[in-house]
C-alpha cells in the first residue's frame, strides 16, 4: 500500500465506518422533526460531533491494537496504518488527541444549547473513544465492545439529537436508537467474527472469542431482526408516519451479508459482508430520518 500525504491519514480515519456516526443522527433529526423541533445548528453540531468521536475511536483502536499487540501480521482486513508502519504509532496517538479535541470544541457549543446533560453525554462519549481499546480497562478486549456499539451509536447517538434540539429525551428515541444500534454491532459482529483467530492469540477477549462462531452468527441475525422491527412497532406504539415502513426495504442488502456471515469459515470470505452490513446502516439511517421528517406537521 503506498500512501502518503492527506490520503494517508484519510485512510486512517476510515471512512467507511463514518455511517454509523451519521446514521443515528439523520434518525434523531427526523424524529425531531416529526415533533416539530427540528433546529439545524444543533443537528449539524450533533453530526460533527459524532463523526469525530468515531475517527477518534479509529485512531486509537489503530494506535492501541498495534501497542498491545492486537494488531499483527496475520490479521485479515483493511491496513491498520501503525501495524503496517505507514506512520509512527506516536503520530497516531497525536492525531487521536487532537481529533478529541475538535469533539470537545463541539461539545462545548452543545452543551450551550442542551446543557448538563450533553456535558455528561459528551465526557463519556470522549473517554470510551479511547476506553474502547485503551486504557487500563479496553472494553473492547474484555467483551463489551458490544455494548458500547449499541449504546453509543444508538440509544445515546439519537436520544441525545434529538435532546439538543427538543430537550426531550422521548421513549420512541430509545426505540429509534435501539434499532440503528443494533444494526451498528452488527457491523462490528462481522469485524470480530472475521477476527477470532488471531484475537484469541493476541488475549482479546471479544464478545466473538467468548463466544465462538456460532454464537455470532446467531447474534448478527437477531441484531438484524430488531432493526426490522423497528419502523412497524414504531408505527404500532409511536403514531409514525406509514412511511416509515419503506425503511423493512434496506434490508434486502442485508441479504448477500447474512449470506456470507451464516457460511462463514475463512476470515477473508466477511470482507464484502463488512461493507455490505454498513451500508445497509447508512440507508437505514437516512430511509428511516427521511420518512420520519416527511411526517412533520
Given at each position: 500500500m503506498r500512501v502518503t500525504g492527506w490520503r494517508l491519514?484519510?485512510?486512517a480515519a476510515r471512512p467507511r465506518t463514518l455511517p454509523a456516526a451519521a446514521a443515528p443522527v439523520f434518525i434523531g433529526a427526523g424524529l425531531a422533526a416529526l415533533r416539530g423541533g427540528f433546529a439545524t445548528l444543533p443537528v449539524l453540531a450533533a453530526l460533527g460531533g459524532a463523526l469525530l468521536i468515531q475517527i477518534a475511536t479509529n485512531l486509537a483502536n489503530d494506535y492501541y491494537d498495534f501497542v498491545r499487540g492486537g494488531d499483527t501480521d496475520d490479521r485479515v482486513g483493511p491496513v491498520r496504518v501503525t501495524q503496517a508502519g505507514l506512520v509512527e504509532p506516536a503520530a497516531v496517538k497525536r492525531a487521536m488527541?487532537?481529533?478529541l479535541a475538535a469533539a470537545f470544541a463541539v461539545g462545548i457549543y452543545l452543551v450551550s444549547v442542551g446543557g448538563w446533560p450533553v456535558v455528561?453525554?459528551?465526557?463519556?462519549?470522549?473517554?470510551?473513544?479511547?476506553a474502547y481499546t485503551g486504557g487500563p480497562f479496553p472494553l473492547a478486549y474484555h467483551g463489551l465492545g458490544d455494548v458500547f456499539v449499541?449504546?453509543?451509536?444508538?440509544?445515546v447517538a439519537?436520544?441525545?439529537?434529538?435532546w439538543v434540539q427538543t430537550l426531550t429525551w422521548p421513549a420512541e428515541a430509545l426505540w429509534a436508537g435501539a434499532g440503528v444500534g443494533a444494526l451498528s454491532t452488527a457491523i462490528l459482529v462481522v469485524n470480530n467474527l472475521r477476527d477470532i483467530p488471531t484475537d484469541r492469540v493476541a488475549?482479546?477477549?471479544?464478545?466473538?472469542?467468548?463466544?465462538?462462531?456460532?454464537?455470532?452468527?446467531?447474534?448478527y441475525v437477531g441484531l438484524l431482526l430488531l432493526g426490522a422491527a423497528v419502523p412497524p412497532v414504531g408505527v404500532a406504539l409511536f403514531a409514525w408516519p406509514s412511511l416509515?415502513?419503506?425503511?423493512?426495504g434496506v434490508f434486502v442488502g442485508a441479504v448477500g451479508p447474512t449470506r456470507r456471515v451464516l457460511g462463514f469459515a475463512e476470515p477473508a470470505q466477511l470482507l464484502p459482508a463488512l461493507g455490505g452490513t454498513a451500508r445497509v446502516v447508512?440507508?437505514?439511517g437516512v430511509v428511516l430520518g427521511a420518512a420520519l421528517a416527511a411526517g412533520a406537521p
Open positions: 491519514w484519510l485512510h488527541a487532537l481529533v455528561w453525554i459528551g465526557l463519556a462519549s470522549l473517554v470510551c473513544a479511547v449499541f449504546v453509543f451509536f444508538g440509544l439519537v436520544g441525545g439529537t434529538v488475549g482479546k477477549r471479544t464478545l466473538a472469542v467468548r463466544i465462538g462462531a456460532r454464537a455470532s452468527k446467531a447474534q416509515t415502513l419503506a425503511t423493512l447508512a440507508l437505514y
